[in-house]
């Protein structure tokens, strides 16, 4: 997926989007669209699930390894040391709920529901909870032929959301679980090789953009997946068709953050927090500590993923092919180079 440029460079701006976003609910901002990253992060998960796998024998065991590999260790490792931080210092991590229930509950991506919504020890990590369900899905219709496998998919997930009506507050029948169907969409109709011209590619891109600063504010009580999910697919839609009218050479700082993206998203509020500390302690004036928050707080979680996402997943995966020495010598097996970092 790193050929795929746009992806990259949406993956960064999504995460970097949820920072501002925490950022200025702290500090009763304005910016609650930031939000909406999550929403571009579910839609480009379906895409990539789909584009990753299409046109190549299936394999489920290797498909969720491989998401195993790139969520959960890292997740663990964060919740943890959320779960001491609550522990030692629970009045900086205000609505954050550690208990053994939420904590065993939160490492098998089942936590408690507060309020009708999933409520993990790492408070943003509910995403997470959304994203491991749907490649539950993804890996068992990986079974299916390639045609079955679509139509199966799309049914799924909307079964699903409609059951919503019936089981009101279940775990992982939200309407969001569509943006990840959107993606899957916009994936098919990738790899069978549909082409926009370059402007009405970026005009979805920029309408897309505008309606999520239009609708937030003309009607904030719509429904999320219309609200925010409907710009997020005309925006990764656009992206991607886009780059395909007009392909063009990265710029290796945005690949970067798009590449760290997952881990700015899950350390972050740690990071968050340690960083208002410092301007706190720095004396820093309220009305001058966002900015520089958000920034300093994006650049170390980035430098996280170098010093501990990256080495620890390339372990991990290197593990994988020396126990299966058999598995890798098979070419039919290998990889293709572009689903290296997915």
Request: proline letters at 7%; one cysteine or more.
């Amino acid at each position: 997926m790193n050929d795929i440029h746009s992806i990259q460079y949406l993956r960064g701006l999504a995460a970097s989007a949820v920072v501002c976003f925490h950022i200025n609910e702290q500090f009763g901002g304005p910016f609650a669209v930031g939000a909406a990253g999550v929403d571009l992060f579910f839609v480009i998960s379906g895409f990539i699930m789909w584009v990753t796998t299409a046109d190549r024998p299936a394999n489920p065991r290797r498909f969720i390894w491989r998401r195993i590999v790139r969520i959960v260790p890292l997740y663990w490792i964060v919740t943890v040391l959320t779960a001491l931080a609550i522990f030692l210092k629970p009045q900086f991590l205000y609505g954050h709920v550690l208990s053994p229930e939420n904590f065993f509950g939160s490492l098998v991506f089942l936590p408690i529901v507060q309020d009708g919504v999933l409520h993990p020890v790492v408070i943003q990590g509910w995403t997470l909870c959304y994203e491991m369900m749907f490649y539950v899905i993804f890996a068992l219709a990986l079974f299916l032929g390639e045609k079955q496998r679509f139509a199966a998919l799309i049914g799924v997930l909307t079964v699903m959301v409609a059951s919503n009506l019936l089981l009101k507050g279940y775990r992982f029948t939200s309407p969001l679980m569509l943006e990840f169907a959107a993606g899957i969409v916009i994936g098919r109709l990738w790899m069978e090789d549909i082409r926009l011209r370059l402007v009405p590619a970026l005009a979805l891109v920029v309408g897309g953009f505008l309606l999520l600063m239009t609708i937030q504010m003309l009607d904030p009580e719509l429904p999320r997946v219309l609200r925010w999910g409907i710009p997020a697919t005309l925006i990764v839609a656009g992206a991607v068709f886009a780059e395909r009218a007009r392909p063009f050479n990265p710029v290796a700082l945005l690949t970067f953050f798009g590449s760290a993206s997952y881990s700015i998203y899950l350390w972050h509020v740690l990071v968050v927090v340690v960083v208002t500390g410092l301007m706190l302690r720095l004396g820093v004036p309220p009305n001058w500590q966002p900015a520089p928050i958000a920034l300093i707080s994006i650049a170390l979680s980035a430098m996280l993923y170098l010093s501990i996402e990256k080495p620890l997943t390339g372990f991990l995966n290197r593990s994988r092919v020396k126990s299966m020495p058999l598995l890798a010598q098979r070419p039919s097996l290998r990889l293709p180079s572009n689903e290296a970092n997915d």
